[in-house]
């Protein structure tokens, strides 16, 4: 016997979406009837902490149009806040752009729980803090399941971190194209990574992430990874989070680290040990 949410979301012009629990044992389920309403409405506001937004916050020239006109719905690499749903729940993932004065209105909000993103950051810019209803969940998810529960409150920061390195081979020649994962070392469930941030190297075996909150994380480069995936598996990270990987991050630090390679070898080794 198991309990299953089933969670629906109508078309993206009206929003609709309904949620209710279904308790599943040993025989068919039928005659379920969902009903739809319009979903509930999430305001809220977002600011920079010792400065302001105002140039950042100045509508584009042009608005991205589609199809006869119509106003695109704003896409993640925009600036806009997204509400992304938790993995394998099939809701709408209600985004917004924001107001002049940096107020935001989001519509056709599902009793779900969600991940909240905000999209094209002010360069050198994290999230700080993302507050609900008064209470911190910038480390936690979004628990929207009895619907709406207060403003959501955005503070972001201009003074993030950045993590540069090079990888390097045995013979001590830098490598092409090798993938860096970075990943904190309390997990961030704010996020569908959990804060796993990954890049790979160029033509000198360099690279960079840009945009991190203060902390301490670890970071490795992957020799011929065996899976596709593995490296952003939190399960598989946790074999590699030790001393020789560790690297803490100030506010508007800019730390280089020689990045430690690990081979094939020990790559297939730790991944037969994941669960």
């Known amino acids: 016997m198991m309990m299953v949410r089933m969670a629906t979301a109508g078309n993206s012009e009206s929003g609709a979406t309904g949620r209710m ?20 409405q999430v305001s809220g506001s977002i600011r920079m902490e010792g400065g302001d937004l105002k140039d950042w916050l100045q509508p584009p020239a042009q608005a991205a149009t589609g199809p006869g006109g119509m106003p695109l719905f704003p896409g993640p690499g925009t600036k806009s806040v997204r509400l992304a749903p938790n993995e394998g729940v099939s809701v709408s993932a209600p985004s917004a752009s924001f107001n002049a004065d940096g107020t935001f209105l989001l519509k056709g909000v599902a009793p779900s729980k969600f991940y909240a993103t905000v999209g094209g950051l002010p360069a050198g810019s994290y999230v700080k803090s993302i507050r609900l209803g008064g209470q911190d969940v910038t480390r ?13 409150e955005i503070v972001l920061s201009p003074k993030a971190a950045d993590l540069s390195g090079v990888v390097h081979n045995e013979k001590g020649d830098p490598m092409q194209g090798v993938p860096v994962t970075l990943w904190p070392k309390i997990p961030d469930h704010s996020n ?14 360099s690279f960079k ?17 065996p899976e596709a995936g593995l490296a952003q598996n939190p399960d598989f990270l946790a074999q590699f989070s030790g001393a020789d990987f560790a690297v803490k991050l100030d506010e508007s630090g800019h730390q280089t680290v020689d990045t430690k390679l690990v081979s094939r070898e020990r790559l297939v080794a730790e991944a037969a040990k994941i669960p």
């Open 21 to 40: 629990d279904v308790t599943v044992s040993d025989s068919d389920v039928n005659g379920v009837v969902l009903q739809l309403t319009g979903g509930a």
């Open 140 to 152: 936690e998810a979004l628990d929207l399941t009895s619907g709406a529960g207060g403003s959501l």
């Open 192 to 205: 569908a990574q959990s804060g796993i941030k990954t890049a790979n190297t160029d033509q000198n075996g």
């Open 209 to 225: 992430i840009s945009g991190l909150a203060p902390g301490e994380y670890f970071v490795a480069a992957w020799d011929d990874i």
